[in-house]
C-alpha cells in the first residue's frame, strides 16, 4: 500500500473502521480521485474508484449513492483509457445498483449499456428502455443523441416485431411495462398477441390500454372486436378511431395505420356494418372509404359483395370490374367475376377467371375446387380430374365439394368406379342417384365377365335409386349369373343353391305374361347337374337347340325310357354327331343292349369329339366335353378339344369297362397310355395310370406296370407285385420273388394269405436278399429264424454265423446288442467252417476243388481273423483276453470243442430236418440250449460223453462244454491251471459248488506239480497248500513228499533275507507233511534267526514269541535260549528308560525272569535294582507307601553288601532317593511336585537332611515370589523355612531374608496413602525379627512421618 | 480285422469262378483304370494277391454266403394266384351329371340386351354449388 501514500492507509481506515462508513470521508476520497483523475492521474483514480466501489460494496443502503459515484467515476476513467470493456463493465455494474437507472444514471451512460445490450443476442431490454424513458426527458442535460435514439429505437422494433411468437411476446410485454404512455408498445403487444392467436388477452390488453391511447391503438382495438366478431362494439372503437385520428408528431412504428387509418377505418367499420345488416350505412361508410382513397380495391370489392348479396349482380360486376381497374391484380374481384360467370351457367368463362385469379392466388383452395368444377362442366373432365383430385379426401366443406366434383369428372371420364367409391365417402341423401348412376355404370362393364357381381351392382342399385333400367338390368344379370355356375360350379352344391335362389328372384322380375322359357331351362339344367332330371321335359322338336336335345334324351336315358331316348338322339343331326354329349348318350344305349363293342367306339368318341367352342367366348380351360370351365383340361388329340378330369374318369371308366366285356382290353392299353400320358401327374390322382398298369400287368409286362405304380396305389402295385414273385418263383428266382412278394405282403395287407405263407418257405431266400442289400441285422434275424426249424444245418449255421459277424462289426462295442452278435459270430461261424458240407458247397460255387489241407488252413485263416477281431474287442474293454469269460478265452473254446465234433460222427435230427453233423461247442450250445427239440437229440449224441463211458479226443474235451465250468475246464486242458484256479477262487463261495472246488483243488495240484518241475519252490508249496485246504481231496503221498522238499527248499533260501517267509514255508510244509522230521528241525532254527532279526529291530515281543516257538520245538536248544537270554536283557533295559508305567511293570518282570534264569548274573540283578528303585520311588510319588517299602526292600535284599534291617534301610534308602528326586529328577518342575516329593522322603525319614532339604527349597521359593511381588507368600515361606532350618546359622540366614521380606513389603505399602498402617505393621515386624536394624528403622521413620 | 470289404471279387469285377485268364485280364483293366490313383491300386493289387493265393482265395470265398435252395413249394403254394384277378377300378352308376353338358357358346345364345342406361346427371347438390366462400374474406390488420 505504501505506493499509494500515506492517507491511502489512513482513508481506508476511516472508511471502514469497525465496519462503519464515514459518507464525509468516502466523498472526501470521491472527490480525491476526481481530482487525481483530472490531474492525469486516471491509473490512481481508477484505482482508488475500484477500491471504494469495492469497500462500499458492504456499506448501509444509504452509502449506495456513493458507490454508483464510484463506479461511474471509474468507469469515466476506463473511458478515458480507452478501455471500453472496463467502461462497460462498470456501468453495468452502477446500471444494476441504481434503484431507477433512468434517473440515477447519466444519458451516456445509459446509452453505453443500452448499446452493449443491442450487441448481444439475448437478455433483458431494460437498458434500452432506461435509455429512451432517459432521453424523453425534456430536461435532460445533454439531450440524448437524435441518432443513438433512432438506432436504439428501430432496434427494440425489431425485437418486437421478429423472431418467435414467445420471444415477440416478452419483448412487448417488457417495452409496455418499459416506456408507459408510448404507443407504439401497445400496438406491438397487440400485434403480437393477435399472431399468437390470444384475441381474447388482446381485447382485453387493449380495453386497458385504448382510453389513454391514440387513434391508432383504437383502431387496433376496433379490428380486434372485428376478428372477434364484436361488431357493434367495433363500429364503436372504429368510430373513436376514426374521431381520435393519427397523433401529431409521433414517429410511426411498423404497427401504425398512418394514413391508412381512415381509408381502413371506414372500410372496416362499412363491413361490420354490414354483418350488422345495416346496408344503407354499410354502404355509405364503404363509399366514403372509395372516396377517401379512390385507388384502394378494396372497398370496392366490398360494396360488390354487398351488392351480390342483395341481389344486385350487376352492380356486383361493376364494382369488381372497377376493383380490377385500379387494381389489375386484386384476386377477390377477379374470383368474383368468376362466381358470377358460374352463376349464370358459363363454365369456360368462370374457368378463365379461376385459372387467372389461381395464377396470383395458387393457395386459395376454394377457388381450385371451382376451377376443377368449371373444368369439369365445360368437358374438360381429364384436367378436371387432375386439377380436383388432390383436393378431394379432406373431411371438410371443400373437400367434400372437391369430391363430389372429381366423381362427376371421373365418370365424365369413364372412371365409374371411382366415381362411385368418392360419392360412396361423401355420401347423404342428395347423392343416392348419382351413386346408383355409378353402380350402374360399373355393373355394365363387369356383367359380360361377372354377372353375379353385376346383378349386386343393380340390387344395391335398385335400393339406392329405383329405376326401370336397373331392374331390366339386374334380371338379366341374374340370368347369366345362373348359367355362369352352370359353367363353374355345377359341382358344388353350394354353388347350385346359390343360383337356385338367383332364378327365383330373376323369376320375380318378370313381369306378367313375359316368356319364362329361359328361367325354366335354366332351372331345369341346375336340378339335371345335381343329378334331377325330373324338371327337363321329355317331349322335344326337332328344331330344339342340340343341347336340350341330348337332355332330354339323358333324363329318358336316367328313367330307363331307353326308346324314347332312342328318338330323341335321332333328332339330333348329322353335323353333331361327332359332338361328346350325343357320343356319350349312345354309348350308354349301346351298353344297355349290349353291345360293349359299340359302346366302346362310342365313349371313346367322345372322349376327343370337337367342343362347340367359339373362340371368342370360349375361355382355353373349357372342357370340350361337359363344358366345365373349373379346372385344366387335357388335350390328348391336338386336333380336338380338351376334357377335363372329371369326363376323364367317368369315360375313361366307361371305355375300361367296355373293352373288358368286349374283350378288348388290349385295344384300349394305348388309350390309356395316351392319357396317362397327357394327365402326367392328374393320371395317378385320376386312377388312369393305374388302370394303365394294370393292363400291361395283364398282358404279362410286369415290369412296365411297376414302373408306373407307386405306393400311392398300394393295392394294384400289390397285385402286380404278387403276379411277378409267384413268376420269378415259377422261374426259379426265388431271390427276386421274395422281394416282390415281401413288397406287397408290407404294402397291402390284405393280399391272400397264401403269399404269407410262400415268405415263410422262403425266409433264408429273404434273409440272403437282406444280406445282400446291406441290412445285416434283418439277414441276421432271418437266419436265425429260420436255423431254429433246422438248428444242425452247416449252410445255416455259416450263414448265421457271417451276418452275425457283419452285424457285430457294424456295432458299437457298448450297443447292448453286440454281445448278442458275437456270440452268434462264435457259435455259428466256428460249427460252420468246421463242418465239411459248407467247404463243399463253396468249393462248388467257386467251381474249384478243394486241395488236401487247404481248408485246414483257410479255416484256420478265418478263426484267426476271427480271434484278431475279439482281441481287439477284448482290449477295448480293458480285459488281456486270459479271462474265463474274454471272447479271445471263448472263440479258443469253440475252436477246440468244434474240432473234437468234427473227428466224430454224432448226428441230430430236429423235427422234420434230415439227420446233420453234430459240430459245435460252447457258445453254440449256450445259444441253442433253449432248443427243446435240439436239446433232446444233442442230449441223446452225447450222452456216452456225459457219462464219461466214451473215450478219445471229444471224452477229453465234453467238460469245457460245462455252461458253469467249461472255460475252467478248458484253461486247465490249455495248462493255465493257476488261471483256471484263480477264475475259480474269484468264483462267489455261495457259488462254487462241490464241482468247482473240485476243479479248483484239481487245477492247484497241476500248478504245483508243475511249479515244482520248474523249482519254483515256494509257489508250488503254494499250490499244493492251497489245494490241500480246499477240502475235497487228499494229496497223494508223492505230492505229499513234493510238498516237504518245496518247504525245505524254499525255506534254505528264504532263510537269511526273510526269515519270517522261511518260517511260513516251513510252517505250510509241516501242515502238508507233519511227519518229515527235518521240517521241524529246519522250523526251530528259522524261528531262531528271526528272532535274532526281530531283536535287532528292537521288536522284542515278536522276538521273544519267535525264540519261545523254537524252545518248544527244541527246548534244550542253548543257541535259542542264549538269544532269549539277551532279548531278555535288551528288552527290560528298553522298558526301564521308558516313563510309562505299563513299560515299567513289564520291565520289572523281564528283570525278574532274566534275574531268575541265572541268579549270578550281576547284568540282571543291576537292572533288576534299577527298575525295582524306579518302581520304589513311583509308588512314593503315588501315596503307595506300602508297595513303596515292598519294591525297596526287595532292592536292599539283593544288595550283597548290606545285611542289616532291610524294612528300616529301606525307609532310607527311599527318604534319600525322595531327595535326590526332587533336587535332580524335579529340577526344572513346579514347586508344589518339589515340595511334594520332599514331603514323602520326610515320611519315610524325618532326617535333618531332608529338612534342610526342604528349608532349602522353601527359601528359593520364598526369593521367586520376592520378585515376583508376592511378599506376603514369600513372608509365609520364609516363615515356615525358618522352622525346618537344622542349625543358627541356616535360622539366621532365613530371619534376616524374612525381615527383608517385611522390608520390602513396607516400602510396597507406605506408597499408598490408605496401605500406610500395612507399612507400619510390615516394618514393625521386620524390626521385630532384626530390632537392631538401622536401616529398618530408619524406614520405619520415614514411614512414620508420612502420616 | 474284419471280413473282406469289398470283397476281391468286386474291386476286379470277377465272378466267383472266375479263373486265371480272367483275372489277369480283370487286373489288367482294373489297375488302367485306377491309374494314378494310388488308393485304388493298392486295393487293386491287393485283391488280386488274394485271388491269386489258393488258400486266402478259399477263405475268401468261404466268407460269401451260401446261396439258399429253390422252394419249389412256394411256387406251388402261390400259383392259383396267377389267375386271380387283376384289382381293375369299379366302374361307378352313371349319373345325370356324366349326361350333363353345357357350353360357354350354347348359354351365351341366349343372353339379351341389358335395356340403355338412364339418360342424363341428376345435377349438382346445393351444397356443392358455388358461392360467395369462393372470395376471400376480409381480414382487419393483425
Same mark, same amino acid.
Given at each position: ?5 500515506? +492517507? ?134 445533454? @439531450? ?27 419483448? /412487448? ?37 385504448? @382510453? ?40 410511426? /412504428? ?221 334380371? !338379366? ?35 306378367? +305374361? ?58 339330333? &343331326? ?18 344297355? /343292349? ?25 375361355? @382355353? ?45 388290349? &385295344? ?9 400320358? *397327357? ?55 426265388? *431271390? ?12 397291402? @395287407? ?143 473254446? !469253440? ?51 456225459? &457219462? ?188 526301564? *528308560? ?51 517299602? !515292598? ?54 525319614? &524325618?532326617?535333618? *537332611? ?98 | ?21 480272367? =483275372? ?5 483293366? %482294373? ?14 493289387? %491287393? ?12 477263405? =475268401?470265398?468261404?466268407?460269401? =454266403? ?40 350354347? =348359354? %351365351? ?22 358461392? %360467395? ?10
Amino acid at each position: 500500500m505504501a505506493f499509494l501514500g500515506e +492517507g491511502w492507509g489512513l482513508s481506508m481506515a476511516l472508511l471502514a473502521r469497525r465496519g462503519r462508513f464515514e459518507p464525509a470521508a468516502v466523498s472526501e476520497e470521491l472527490a480525491r480521485a476526481a481530482a487525481e483523475a483530472k490531474a492525469g492521474q486516471p491509473d490512481r483514480a481508477r484505482k482508488r474508484y475500484a477500491k471504494l466501489a469495492k469497500s462500499l460494496a458492504s456499506a448501509p443502503p444509504e452509502l449506495r449513492g456513493l458507490r454508483l459515484a464510484a463506479l461511474l467515476g471509474g468507469a469515466d476513467v476506463a473511458l478515458a483509457q480507452s478501455d471500453a470493456p472496463g467502461a462497460v463493465l462498470l456501468t453495468a455494474q452502477a446500471f444494476t445498483l441504481a434503484a431507477d437507472p433512468a434517473k440515477e444514471l447519466p444519458l451516456p451512460a445509459l446509452q453505453r449499456v443500452a448499446s452493449h445490450r443491442m450487441q448481444a443476442s439475448q437478455g433483458p431490454l431494460a437498458a434500452p428502455l432506461a435509455f429512451l424513458r432517459a432521453a424523453a426527458d425534456p430536461e435532460a442535460d445533454p @439531450p440524448a443523441d437524435a441518432a443513438a435514439l433512432a438506432e436504439v429505437t428501430g432496434w427494440l422494433h425489431r425485437v418486437c416485431a421478429e423472431g418467435p411468437v414467445a420471444a415477440r411476446d416478452a419483448a /412487448s410485454g417488457e417495452a409496455v411495462a418499459g416506456l408507459p404512455g408510448v404507443d407504439w408498445p401497445v400496438l406491438a403487444r397487440a400485434a403480437a398477441l393477435m399472431q399468437a392467436n390470444r384475441i381474447g388477452d388482446a381485447e382485453r390488453f387493449l380495453a386497458g390500454a385504448s @382510453p389513454s391511447g391514440s387513434g391508432e391503438v383504437w383502431f387496433r382495438w376496433a379490428a380486434v372486436l372485428f376478428t372477434a366478431g364484436r361488431f357493434p362494439q367495433a363500429v364503436a372503437a372504429f368510430d373513436e378511431a376514426l374521431r381520435r385520428g393519427v397523433p401529431a408528431g409521433v414517429e410511426l /412504428s411498423p404497427w401504425s395505420r398512418g394514413a391508412a387509418l381512415v381509408g381502413d377505418g371506414l372500410l372496416f367499420r362499412g363491413l361490420a356494418r354490414q354483418r350488422l345488416g345495416q346496408a344503407d350505412a354499410a354502404q355509405a361508410d364503404l363509399i366514403a372509404a372509395v372516396n377517401h382513397n379512390p385507388n384502394d380495391p378494396r372497398p370496392r370489392d366490398a360494396i360488390a359483395r354487398l351488392a351480390l348479396q342483395l341481389g344486385a349482380e350487376d352492380v356486383a360486376r361493376e364494382q369488381f370490374e372497377a376493383a380490377l381497374t385500379v387494381a389489375p391484380s386484386y384476386v377477390p374481384a377477379r374470383l368474383g367475376l368468376a362466381l358470377l360467370h358460374e352463376r349464370a351457367g358459363r363454365a369456360g368463362a368462370a374457368a378463365d377467371d379461376y385459372r387467372a385469379a389461381l395464377a396470383a392466388a395458387p393457395r386459395w383452395r376454394p377457388a381450385r375446387v371451382r376451377f376443377g368444377a368449371m373444368l369439369a362442366a365445360a368437358g374438360g373432365a381429364a384436367q378436371a380430374v387432375e386439377v380436383l383430385r388432390p383436393e378431394a379426401g379432406s373431411d371438410d366443406a371443400s373437400g367434400r365439394a372437391a369430391g363430389f366434383h372429381l366423381g362427376a369428372a371421373l365418370l365424365a371420364a369413364g372412371d365409374a368406379r371411382g366415381a362411385l367409391e368418392r360419392w360412396e365417402a361423401i355420401g347423404g341423401d342428395d347423392l343416392k342417384a348419382h351413386v346408383a348412376l355409378a353402380r350402374d355404370r360399373v355393373a355394365r362393364g363387369v356383367v359380360g365377365s361377372d354377372p353375379a357381381a353385376a346383378r349386386v351392382l343393380w340390387q344395391r342399385a335398385m335400393s339406392e335409386y329405383p329405376m326401370p333400367a336397373y331392374r331390366g338390368a339386374m334380371r !338379366e344379370a341374374t340370368l347369366r349369373e345362373a348359367a355362369l355356375v352352370l359353367l363353374t360350379g355345377r359341382d358344388v352344391p353350394e354353388a347350385r343353391e346359390r343360383v337356385g335362389k338367383a332364378l327365383e328372384f330373376a323369376r320375380m322380375l318378370f313381369a306378367p +305374361g313375359d316368356d319364362l322359357g329361359r328361367v325354366e331351362r335354366l332351372t331345369a339344367l341346375l336340378r339335371l347337374a345335381g343329378g334331377d332330371a325330373s324338371l327337363v321335359p321329355d317331349h322335344v322338336d326337332a328344331e330344339a337347340p342340340l343341347r336340350d336335345r341330348c337332355h332330354t334324351a339323358a333324363a329318358l336315358l336316367l328313367a330307363g325310357r331307353d326308346r324314347d331316348a332312342e328318338r330323341v338322339l335321332a333328332l339330333v &343331326d348329322r353335323e353333331h354327331a361327332r359332338d361328346a354329349m350325343p357320343a356319350r348318350l349312345r354309348a350308354v344305349l349301346a351298353e344297355r /343292349s349290349g353291345e360293349w363293342r359299340i359302346a366302346l367306339d362310342w365313349h371313346l368318341r367322345s372322349l376327343t369329339a370337337a367342343a362347340p367352342t367359339d373362340p371368342l367366348t370360349t375361355p @382355353p380351360g373349357a372342357c370340350g366335353g361337359c363344358g366345365r370351365e373349373t379346372g385344366p383340361v387335357y388335350l390328348v388329340d391336338e386336333s380336338r378339344s380338351g376334357r377335363c378330369t372329371s369326363c376323364v374318369r367317368s369315360s375313361l371308366a366307361a371305355v375300361l369297362d367296355c373293352a373288358r366285356r368286349a374283350s378288348a382290353a388290349g &385295344d384300349v392299353e394305348p388309350v390309356f397310355a395316351a392319357w396317362t400320358d *397327357t394327365l402326367g401327374d392328374a393320371a395317378h390322382a385320376t386312377g388312369v395310370a393305374a388302370v394303365l398298369a394294370l393292363l400291361r400287368a395283364e398282358s404279362g409286362d410286369h415290369d412296365a406296370a411297376l414302373a408306373i405304380l407307386t405306393s400311392a396305389a398300394p393295392a394294384e402295385r400289390a397285385a402286380v407285385l404278387v403276379r411277378r414273385g409267384t413268376l420269378e418263383l415259377r422261374r426259379g428266382r426265388s *431271390t427276386r420273388a421274395v422281394v416282390d412278394l415281401r413288397e406287397a405282403v408290407t404294402l397291402s @395287407p390284405a393280399v391272400d394269405e397264401s403269399v404269407g405263407q410262400a415268405l415263410g418257405l422262403l425266409a433264408e431266400h429273404e434273409a440272403f436278399v437282406h444280406a445282400g442289400a446291406g441290412r445285416w441285422r434283418a439277414a441276421f434275424d432271418g437266419y436265425v429264424a429260420v436255423l431254429r426249424d433246422d438248428p444242425a444245418h452247416p449252410r445255416l449255421l455259416h450263414a448265421v454265423g457271417l451276418t452275425a459277424y457283419r452285424l457285430a462289426a457294424s456295432l458299437d462295442p457298448q450297443d447292448p446288442a453286440a454281445p448278442d452278435a458275437w456270440s452268434w459270430t462264435i457259435g455259428a461261424l466256428v460249427a460252420g467252417v468246421y463242418s465239411p458240407d459248407v467247404w463243399g458247397q463253396t468249393a462248388s460255387v467257386s467251381g474249384r476243388g478243394l486241395a488236401p489241407g487247404q481248408v485246414a488252413k483257410a479255416r484256420g485263416l478265418l478263426v484267426e481273423r476271427l480271434g484278431a477281431d475279439l482281441r481287439a474287442l477284448d482290449l477295448a474293454a480293458g480285459r488281456t483276453g486270459d479271462e474265463v469269460d474274454a471272447w479271445s478265452t471263448r472263440v479258443a473254446m !469253440e475252436v477246440r470243442c468244434a474240432e473234437a465234433f468234427a473227428q466224430e460222427d454224432l448226428r441230430v435230427a430236429v423235427g422234420d430236418a434230415p439227420a446233420r453233423r453234430l459240430i459245435l461247442g460252447p457258445q453254440l450250445r449256450r445259444l441253442l440250449d433253449g432248443h427243446a427239440a435240439w436239446r433232446e437229440q444233442y442230449d441223446l449224441a452225447v450222452a456216452p460223453y456225459a &457219462d464219461g463211458s466214451a473215450q478219445g479226443g471229444l471224452a477229453e474235451v465234453f467238460g469245457v462244454l460245462h455252461p458253469a465250468l467249461g472255460a475252467h475246464r478248458f484253461l486247465i486242458l490249455q495248462g493255465r491251471f493257476a488261471d483256471a484256479a484263480a477264475a475259480l477262487e474269484a468264483m462267489p463261495a455261495d457259488a462254487r459248488t462241490g464241482e468247482a472246488r473240485a476243479l479248483l483243488a484239481e487245477a492247484l495240484v497241476r500248478e504245483g506239480e508243475r511249479l515244482y518241475r520248474v523249482k519254483a519252490w515256494d509257489e508250488a508249496l503254494d499250490a499244493f497248500a492251497r489245494a490241500a485246504r480246499v477240502g475235497v481231496r487228499e494229496l497223494t503221498a508223492e505230492q505229499v513228499r513234493m510238498g516237504a522238499d518245496c518247504g525245505l527248499y524254499a525255506s534254505r533260501a528264504l532263510l537269511a533275507g526273510s526269515p519270517s517267509r522261511a518260517v511260513e514255508v516251513l510252517e505250510q510244509a509241516i501242515d502238508l507233511s507233519p511227519e518229515t522230521a527235518e521240517l521241524h528241525t529246519e522250523l526251530g532254527a528259522a524261528y531262531v534267526v528271526w528272532a535274532k532279526k526281530l531283536g535287532e529291530r528292537r521288536e522284542f515281543d515278536d522276538a521273544l514269541a519267535a525264540v519261545g516257538r523254537a524252545l518248544e520245538i527244541s527246548h534244550l536248544d542253548e543257541s535259542a535260549r542264549g538269544v532269549r537270554r539277551t532279548l531278555l536283557l535288551g528288552f527290560a533295559e528298553h522298558l526301564t *528308560t521308558s516313563a510309562a508305567p505299563a513299560d515299567l511293570s513289564r520291565a520289572l518282570e523281564l528283570w525278574r525272569e532274566a534275574h531268575a534264569l541265572d541268579g549270578q548274573d550281576a547284568a540282571a540283578r543291576t537292572g533288576l535294582v534299577e527298575v525295582l528303585n524306579l518302581s520304589a520311588r513311583r509308588a512314593a510319588l503315588a501315596g503307595d507307601r506300602v508297595r513303596a517299602s !515292598e519294591f525297596m526292600s526287595e532292592a536292599v535284599a539283593l544288595d550283597p553288601d548290606y545285611d542289616g534291617d532291610a524294612a528300616a534301610e529301606a525307609g532310607r534308602r527311599l527318604s534319600m532317593l525322595l531327595v535326590g528326586h526332587a533336587a535332580d529328577g524335579l529340577r526344572e518342575h513346579p514347586f508344589a511336585e518339589r515340595a511334594a516329593a520332599l514331603g514323602a522322603a520326610r515320611a519315610f525319614d &524325618d532326617s535333618e *537332611t531332608v529338612r534342610a532339604a526342604l528349608c532349602e527349597l522353601w527359601r528359593g521359593e520364598a526369593a521367586a515370589r520376592v520378585e515376583g511381588k508376592d511378599l506376603i507368600e514369600a513372608e509365609r515361606l520364609l516363615g515356615e523355612a525358618v522352622e525346618f532350618a537344622v542349625d543358627d546359622e541356616m535360622r539366621r540366614e532365613v530371619v534376616v531374608e524374612l525381615a527383608g521380606a517385611y522390608r520390602a513389603h513396607a516400602i510396597e505399602a507406605a506408597a499408598h496413602r490408605r496401605r500406610r498402617g500395612e507399612a507400619l505393621q510390615a516394618i514393625a515386624t521386620a524390626l521385630e525379627l532384626l530390632p537392631e536394624d538401622e536401616d529398618l528403622q530408619s524406614l520405619r521413620t520415614s514411614i512414620e512421618s508420612l502420616g | 480285422m474284419a471280413l473282406f470289404e469289398p470283397s476281391p471279387y468286386e474291386v476286379l469285377g470277377l465272378a466267383r469262378d472266375a479263373g486265371p485268364d480272367e =483275372l489277369d485280364a480283370a487286373l489288367e483293366a %482294373a489297375l488302367e483304370a485306377a491309374a494314378g490313383r494310388d488308393v485304388t491300386v493298392e486295393r487293386v493289387e %491287393a485283391a488280386a494277391r488274394v485271388l491269386r493265393d489258393p488258400v486266402r482265395r478259399l477263405e =475268401l470265398d468261404v466268407q460269401h =454266403l451260401p446261396p439258399p435252395e429253390p422252394v419249389d413249394e412256394a411256387a406251388e403254394l402261390l400259383a392259383p394266384l396267377l389267375d386271380a384277378e387283376l384289382p381293375f377300378p369299379e366302374r361307378a352308376e352313371v349319373t345325370a351329371g356324366d349326361l350333363t353338358a353345357v357350353h360357354r357358346r350354347e =348359354l %351365351a345364345a341366349d343372353f339379351a340386351e341389358l335395356p340403355p342406361p338412364p339418360a342424363g346427371f341428376p345435377g349438382v347438390p346445393e351444397r356443392f354449388q358455388a358461392d %360467395a366462400s369462393v372470395l376471400p374474406p376480409f381480414e382487419p390488420p393483425r
